[in-house]
């Protein structure tokens, strides 16, 4: 740490403890003014014997008890307003739930439910007609030939599981919020029904949490065009939707037809030169120049001197 910072620390720390020493010395003066206004009173009224009024005094020096310390209690507030805030205060803390409840919810989250209590559970609410979408989505017949592997399926009726109990979970809520809803004492259950929404909307959004992550998991055995449509496709009785074969089909027509227009477009348009021939490089150019011939290098032809001789005389005849 630099010496400038040390500065600023030792400035700062000297700054608070004056600051809190001359809270406590006003505190101390505001006690040693009220304990002299007590002393006072006390020896306004020194005729009065003790013996004659005993309960009239001490309710009366009980009183003054009170006040003293709510005057000082006042004063404090005053000035411990002035510090910081309680670091170890927590605002907002939440509503302690029932000792009952959390006996029994602590053991369901440690140990779960047998599979017997939960089909009773379920079979007690089950998904009304008119929310089919409390149902976990179906996943649709030519994904579900893709899958070659076990395991994802095995994964997805797992997750279909779930998903099943919590739209029996969001059942079973939807009963007391009828009744709430319908009932006359609107103000008095207000808080019920607000508490009671936000834990269907909770619920609502781990099913379709779970309904992407389903999706998730079976995207890498699609191809690129499937997992293309399947982004923009909307959740409904079906996983990725109810058209989602057709749609697939449709995007490969789309992407064929394209891909062949292209093609003809080359073909039938090529693309024109844009500049003109240099003279000498194009052949329907008139001064046309042919490219010269290659011509192979003669190796060197090593002959012993009577043969070199020879060769030479030869030469010389024929040039005569």
Same mark, same amino acid.
Request: neutral net charge.
């Given at each position: 740490?630099?010496?400038?910072?040390?500065?600023?620390?030792?400035?700062?720390?000297?700054?608070?403890?004056?600051?809190?020493?001359?809270?406590?010395?006003?505190?101390?003066?505001?006690?040693?003014?009220?304990?002299?206004?007590?002393?006072?009173?006390?020896?306004?009224?020194?005729?009065?014997?003790?013996?004659?009024?005993?309960?009239?005094?001490?309710?009366?020096?009980?009183?003054?008890?009170?006040?003293?310390?709510?005057?000082?209690?006042?004063?404090?507030?005053?000035?411990?307003?002035?510090?910081?805030?309680?670091?170890?205060?927590?605002?907002?803390?939440?509503?302690?739930?029932?000792?009952?409840?959390?006996?029994?919810?602590?053991?369901?989250?440690?140990?779960?439910?047998?599979?017997?209590?939960?089909?009773?559970?379920?079979?007690?609410?089950?998904?009304?007609?008119?929310?089919?979408?409390?149902?976990?989505?179906?996943?649709?017949?030519?994904?579900?030939?893709?899958?070659?592997?076990?395991?994802?399926?095995?994964?997805?009726?797992?997750?279909?599981?779930?998903?099943?109990?919590?739209?029996?979970?969001?059942?079973?809520?939807?009963?007391?919020?009828?009744? *709430?809803?319908?009932?006359?004492?609107? +103000? !008095?259950? /207000?808080?019920?029904? =607000?508490? $009671?929404?936000?834990?269907?909307? &909770?619920?609502?959004?781990?099913?379709?949490?779970?309904?992407?992550?389903?999706?998730?998991?079976?995207?890498?055995?699609?191809?690129?065009?499937?997992?293309?449509?399947?982004?923009?496709?909307?959740?409904?009785?079906? *996983?990725?939707?109810?058209?989602?074969? +057709? !749609?697939? /089909?449709?995007?490969? =027509?789309? $992407?064929?037809?394209?891909?062949? &227009?292209?093609?003809?477009?080359?073909?039938?348009?090529?693309?024109?030169?844009?500049?003109?021939?240099?003279?000498?490089?194009?052949?329907?150019?008139?001064?046309?120049?042919?490219?010269?011939?290659?011509?192979?290098?003669?190796?060197?032809?090593?002959?012993?001197?009577?043969?070199?001789?020879?060769?030479?005389?030869?030469?010389?005849?024929?040039?005569?």
């Amino acid at each position: 740490m630099s010496k400038r910072s040390r500065n600023v620390l030792t400035t700062d720390t000297g700054i608070k403890k004056a600051r809190y020493e001359g809270i406590l010395e006003e505190l101390d003066r505001l006690r040693e003014k009220i304990l002299a206004e007590n002393s006072e009173d006390e020896r306004s009224v020194e005729d009065m014997s003790d013996r004659e009024f005993p309960a009239e005094e001490s309710e009366r020096e009980n009183r003054e008890g009170e006040t003293v310390a709510k005057e000082i209690s006042e004063a404090t507030k005053e000035y411990v307003a002035l510090l910081e805030a309680d670091p170890t205060a927590h605002a907002n803390l939440p509503e302690d739930i029932h000792g009952e409840l959390v006996v029994r919810w602590s053991t369901y989250l440690k140990k779960g439910l047998t599979k017997e209590q939960r089909a009773d559970i379920m079979d007690k609410y089950p998904v009304p007609e008119n929310c089919s979408s409390l149902k976990p989505p179906a996943l649709n017949m030519e994904v579900n030939a893709c899958l070659n592997e076990k395991t994802i399926r095995q994964d997805d009726k797992f997750l279909i599981s779930l998903q099943e109990q919590i739209g029996c979970s969001l059942s079973a809520l939807a009963r007391p919020m009828n009744k *709430l809803i319908e009932s006359s004492h609107k +103000e !008095e259950t /207000k808080d019920t029904i =607000a508490a $009671l929404g936000d834990a269907s909307q &909770l619920l609502c959004n781990v099913h379709h949490a779970i309904s992407l992550s389903r999706k998730f998991h079976i995207s890498p055995f699609l191809n690129q065009n499937c997992r293309k449509v399947m982004e923009g496709r909307e959740i409904d009785e079906f *996983l990725l939707g109810k058209n989602f074969f +057709e !749609e697939v /089909k449709t995007n490969q =027509a789309v $992407l064929k037809a394209k891909n062949e &227009l292209k093609a003809q477009t080359q073909k039938a348009l090529p693309r024109p030169s844009s500049s003109r021939p240099v003279p000498g490089t194009s052949r329907t150019y008139l001064n046309y120049r042919r490219p010269a011939t290659f011509v192979r290098k003669r190796e060197p032809n090593y002959m012993n001197p009577n043969q070199l001789k020879n060769s030479q005389q030869r030469r010389a005849n024929i040039s005569r």
